[in-house]
Structures are given as C-alpha cells and as structure tokens.
C-alpha cells in the first residue's frame, strides 16, 4: 500500500475531504510510522467534506495563567481605520509574491483539541492531543520529505480551568467525549491513547515514494473528488487551476466560505509552491465573501495578530456553533495561527463558554530554508 492510499484509508468517508483532513491524515501516518496508534477525531460539516480538527493536534503550549480567552466578538467587513479585508489581503499578496525560495518549505506547528470534562454548569476544559510537528518538504523531488512529531500532554486550557482541575485533584488523566465515544487524555506525554510518542518520532519520504505517490495518485477524468485530494503538482499549477482546487466545494452548500478559509490555509502554510502562486491564494481568499474582520486577536501564544473569521456549525449531534479564525501577522502578513471558537456550545461542549478555544494550531515557522532537516 502507498504512503497515498494509506492516508486516504485513514480519512473519514466523504465525497471530497478538505486539505486539513488530508494533512491530519498525514500526522495519523506519521503516527503509525512512529508506533504509536490512531488518535480520536472531531469533525466540522464543510458539505461535500469532513475536515477533520482534533486528532493529533492542540492547543500550542497549556495556556496556564492567561486568562480566559474572553466572548467571541462578531466579524466585521473593516478593521480600525477602515481598512478592509480585502484591502489587507491585497497587501498580503504583495509580500507574499516578494518571498525568497529556498531548498525546503517547513512548517513548525503546535496545536490542539479541548475537551469539557465535568457537568455542563461545571467542571472544566482540558486541550488534549497536543502535539508538535515539523514538517521538511523538498522542492525538487530529488530530495527526500521529513516529518518530525511529538506528543506533549493534556493542559487546563486557561488559568480558571487549571484552578478546577486543581481543585479536581490534578488528575493526571482525564475522560472525554470524542468521536461518538470516550476517551482518556493524559498529560504525560505520548501517553493518551492514538497520539504518538512523547519523545521525537520521525519519517522520511523517499525521492522514489515521491515519485511512486505521484504516479499512482493520478485522477480519471472528471473525478473532482479525486483531484482535490491528490497532492499538487507545483510545476503544473495556474491561478485558474488554484481557484479550481481552492473553491471546489458546491457554493450553495451552507458553510462553504469556512470551508474555502480552510482550503487556502492549508495552501498557504503547507505546500511548497512559488511566491507567485502564494500570492494569488492570498488575492483568492480576498475574493470570499464570508469572510469578515475579527479585530485584534490573540494566538494560542498569545501573540497579536490580525483575525479574519467564518461562520460554521458543527457536524456533531448538538450543532456548536463556531467561528472559524485565521490569525495574520499585521506586518509581514504571514499567517501565525489557526482557531476555533466557540460562539454558540452544543452536544459534547456544553459547559465551554462563548469565546472558548475549541481548537488551536500556531505556526512557528512556515516559510522557505536551506538548512538541512531537523527539529527544535
């Protein structure tokens, strides 16, 4: 079996999976590699795609002693001193297109899943399957793809949820809700169920699996729901092909601007491809209209950035609602965070508040190198 047909034999059953299920897929191989086992996942509705959310990743560092995130503002089409979100992305763009390449695109994220354990008009909220990955892809393909991952315990999502966790005893494990089931969570790392090891693990991507996944991950003719999934050809890529790839999703679908958000995200922080066609994702998400402004808002490292949101409801039973975010850099425009938010909580999260960080990803770094693999 290819590296490819063993990630799409982890992705839920969907008629065309959104890029982060494809890149928590990747995670939940690497896992495999490096022995551990199939972490749980949480999925959002995005219509003809599941985007799978939690599994191996959360909440950046335990955001002990930071407060409570506070209530989620509502979205607005302009920021302070009208500048508008188009306006914003347009500059975006611009820097974007005057980026240097390098002999690597690597990405290093630190991310999360919170979990509500307790009564709904109690208890507390725990970020499980935390984790860090450190992600090497090659330009040519001539050089091997590295993947480093780690797991790094459960954490009290803020400083109240770490004083009733406390108050609870300070377990060192803890029972949730994922997936229609429980689970543990604990805060040893590489300890919770289906995460990998709390030390580093890593895997390599040969030039000839490269080359065999490409092959073989070619699409028939008309298969949308297969070229969506299959990786992109950097060489072959146009802004026509992009718009394509990032909006394919049935527009009348409910939800789809969030799924598009997602979709360019992925493109934006993941794929090794030119200045210029970053660039042109940036001038496509200008071009989503429900997208809004969010205002200032804080990374789950508490750095400030430019928040630009979309509204969605969770597929789970209970319907939370959730403001998706993505979190931008106001001077270099480069993309610092992803997050959930809840505005409205339904089935397995009640008891988190509105404002509550239902998931978390920070990007520590994503850009272009010519230094050789390694992890922090």
């Given at each position: 079996m290819t590296e490819l047909e063993m990630i799409r034999e982890l992705l839920p059953d969907a008629a065309g999976p959104a890029q982060t299920t494809i890149r928590t897929a990747e995670k939940l191989l690497a896992a495999e590699i490096a022995g551990g086992s199939r972490p749980r996942r949480r999925y959002l509705s995005y219509g003809l795609g599941a985007v799978a959310v939690g599994a191996a990743a959360a909440v950046a560092v335990a955001v002990i002693g930071s407060g409570s995130p506070g209530p989620s503002r509502a979205p607005t089409a302009t920021g302070s001193g009208g500048t508008s979100v188009q306006k914003f992305l347009l500059a975006a763009a611009e820097t974007a297109a005057k980026e240097p390449v390098g002999r690597y695109w690597r990405v290093l994220t630190i991310g999360g899943q919170s979990y509500h354990v307790g009564p709904a008009n109690g208890g507390y909220t725990m970020v499980g399957y935390r984790d860090e990955t450190d992600r090497w892809t090659a330009r040519s393909m001539t050089d091997p793809d590295t993947l480093y991952t780690r797991d790094l315990g459960a954490r009290p999502l803020t400083a109240a949820d770490?004083?009733?966790?406390?108050?609870?005893?300070?377990?060192?494990?803890?029972?949730?809700?994922?997936?229609?089931?429980?689970?543990?969570?604990?805060?040893?790392?590489?300890?919770?169920?289906?995460?990998?090891?709390?030390?580093?693990?890593?895997?390599?991507?040969?030039?000839?699996?490269?080359?065999?996944?490409?092959?073989?991950?070619?699409?028939?003719?008309?298969?949308?729901?297969?070229?969506?999934?299959?990786?992109?050809?950097?060489?072959?890529?146009?802004?026509?092909?992009?718009?394509?790839?990032?909006?394919?999703?049935?527009?009348?679908?409910?939800?789809?601007?969030?799924?598009?958000?997602?979709?360019?995200?992925?493109?934006?922080?993941?794929?090794?491809?030119?200045?210029?066609?970053?660039?042109?994702?940036?001038?496509?998400?200008?071009?989503?209209?429900?997208?809004?402004?969010?205002?200032?808002?804080?990374?789950?490292?508490?750095?400030?950035?430019?928040?630009?949101?979309?509204?969605?409801?969770?597929?789970?039973?209970?319907?939370?609602?959730?403001?998706?975010?993505?979190?931008?850099?106001?001077?270099?425009?480069?993309?610092?965070?992803?997050?959930?938010?809840?505005?409205?909580?339904?089935?397995?999260?009640?008891?988190m508040a509105p404002g509550t960080i239902l998931y978390s990803e920070v990007y520590l770094q994503a850009g272009w190198t010519d230094a050789r693999p390694h992890h922090p």
């Open positions: 770490a004083a009733a966790w406390r108050r609870a005893g300070s377990p060192t494990t803890v029972r949730v809700w994922s997936n229609d089931h429980y689970t543990t969570l604990s805060t040893t790392p590489g300890r919770t169920y289906g995460t990998v090891p709390g030390g580093w693990g890593s895997s390599v991507t040969t030039p000839a699996q490269k080359k065999k996944i490409a092959m073989q991950s070619r699409c028939p003719p008309g298969d949308k729901a297969c070229e969506f999934a299959a990786p992109i050809d950097p060489r072959t890529l146009t802004e026509q092909k992009l718009r394509q790839y990032l909006f394919w999703p049935n527009p009348t679908v409910k939800g789809v601007d969030a799924e598009r958000v997602l979709n360019t995200l992925d493109f934006l922080t993941q794929r090794p491809v030119t200045p210029q066609m970053r660039a042109a994702a940036y001038r496509l998400l200008a071009q989503v209209p429900g997208i809004r402004w969010a205002g200032t808002v804080k990374d789950a490292l508490g750095r400030s950035g430019i928040g630009l949101a979309a509204r969605q409801v969770m597929r789970e039973a209970g319907q939370s609602v959730i403001d998706v975010q993505i979190i931008l850099d106001p001077q270099t425009h480069k993309v610092l965070g992803y997050q959930q938010v809840i505005v409205k909580a339904g089935g397995a999260d009640r008891g």
